[in-house]
């Protein structure tokens, strides 16, 4: 489980930016995922093969970040899927499809945002839409700074496909739900030739920073066995945690900065399952209730504020039945069901002074999984400006060069291979994508020397 924010604190000086940036809004049709019947689970889900196209249609808004229109998106669509839940039962989730002009339909990314969430609210299908500025608790910087990121693939011509890998409940932390939803994703995309002009036989990439890197790993790790029939090009994932993250980890985020990923991590898991949920309602003080459950309608940086340095584990009356709960066991089981060495070659890019995992641990899993036959290129960046919050903009243009042979197909010089680097600023290309304001926010937040 990735339990860090994405680009926290760039994403709070941008957010503190907005009012500079703001155009005026909109409003349309477009309503959050929970109103929309559009994301509706249909009754003969179970009927369906995973990967079925159920839905179509045009997004109900346009798309923004910090007030500005992408300008290299040129066509558009969401698609409801069949996929399945942690526990493997049938469900369906939504996919963004985003083209840009002459694209290369032969060329997908499968691009997996950090949500960092527990509402289906916060999924960037909704998050992504110029619409959510009217609903404030669901604002995420977070996740429109991530829609910066895919314009840089989206400039290169590429398709970029984008799922909710949290399912129609917002469960966050459900790893073998995530891994389903964005290979099922990839098959939805593939069979879409007739509404979206993906080509069937398209090069598929997987990328994601943070909690969408945790994401992107458990789908390359469930690939072998969960969908066999896809060729994926590679992965490449940037600001990967600790291969062995437990519930004491966890633990410690309360009454701290990070005690709303907690938060997350609780409600997350109970939308999944129920017995859990039961277990927090047994032990759960009457008065803290309606802030304990305030999560299921807002997002990752309102519930940052919300829980800022909160003691919310004194709002149990007690924790052994809460967290000695046989269910979160299963979870763990759930989690890594079905899960065997990748296939797939893979980026990993990390900052060695990333404050949310230690390096040393990143280069044990780095040993550990070349030892078991994964095949990984990994940039280790010593840049001392750099952090966990700044890195995935530093390092995106490493991951886009990578990617770019990965589609061209270059066999790699070294089944592993390990480089160090040392890139404190970012890239004059990848800048020149956005506007002035942008840029120098981005500059700012990078603080380069």
């Not at 489980?1 to 809004?25: D, E, F, N, V």
């Not at 110029?130 to 429109?144: C, D, G, K, N, R």
Request: hydrophobic content about 40%.
């Amino acid at each position: 489980m990735r339990l860090s924010p994405l680009l926290h604190a760039l994403s709070t000086a941008l957010a503190l930016a907005q009012h500079g940036l703001s155009k005026p809004y909109t409003r349309s049709e477009a309503v959050p995922p929970s109103q929309d019947p559009f994301y509706s689970v249909p009754r003969n889900i179970s009927a369906l093969k995973p990967g079925h196209v159920i839905r179509h249609r045009k997004p109900p808004a346009s798309f923004e970040a910090f007030g500005h229109e992408p300008k290299n998106i040129h066509e558009a669509h969401q698609i409801l899927y069949r996929t399945a839940d942690n526990q493997d039962n049938a469900t369906a989730t939504v996919l963004t499809v985003l083209i840009p002009k002459d694209a290369n339909m032969k060329k997908v990314v499968s691009y997996q945002v950090a949500e960092d969430a527990a509402s289906v609210d916060c999924a960037p299908s909704f998050g992504f839409l110029s619409a959510v500025s009217a609903h404030e608790p669901l604002i995420s910087a977070t996740m429109q700074l991530q829609l910066l990121i895919v314009q840089a693939a989206l400039a290169r011509g590429w398709v970029v496909i984008v799922p909710d890998f949290q399912g129609p409940m917002g469960a966050y932390s459900a790893n073998r739900l995530a891994g389903s939803a964005v290979l099922d994703g990839i098959r939805a995309a593939l069979q879409s030739e007739s509404l979206t002009g993906i080509d069937p036989n398209a090069d598929i990439v997987l990328w994601g920073y943070s909690g969408g890197a945790t994401v992107s790993q458990a789908a390359t790790s469930m690939q072998p066995i969960y969908a066999p029939e896809l060729d994926l090009a590679g992965a490449a994932v940037g600001g990967l945690g600790p291969s062995n993250v437990s519930l004491v980890n966890i633990l410690d985020f309360n009454k701290n900065r990070r005690t709303g990923l907690l938060m997350a991590f609780l409600i997350g898991l109970s939308n999944q399952y129920k017995t859990f949920r039961a277990a927090i309602d047994e032990q759960l003080k009457p008065q803290h209730r309606e802030e304990f459950y305030s999560p299921l309608h807002q997002c990752l940086e309102t519930n940052y504020r919300v829980f800022n340095n909160k003691d919310v584990l004194s709002w149990f009356s007690d924790l052994s039945p809460v967290f000695n709960n046989s269910v979160l066991a299963q979870i763990g089981i759930d989690n890594t069901r079905g899960m065997t060495t990748s296939q797939t070659p893979m980026l990993w890019y990390q900052c060695t002074l990333d404050e949310l995992a230690d390096i040393k641990d990143i280069d044990r899993f780095y040993e550990d999984s070349c030892k078991q036959g994964v095949m990984i290129d990994y940039i280790r960046d010593t840049a001392t400006n750099l952090k966990h919050s700044n890195y995935g903009i530093v390092g995106a243009s490493a991951a886009l060069s990578w990617i770019e042979a990965r589609f061209e197909r270059k066999a790699p010089d070294e089944k592993c291979f390990k480089q160090t680097t040392n890139t404190p600023n970012i890239n004059k290309s990848f800048l020149a994508l956005f506007p002035k304001e942008i840029q120098d926010s981005l500059l700012q937040l990078v603080g380069a020397p």
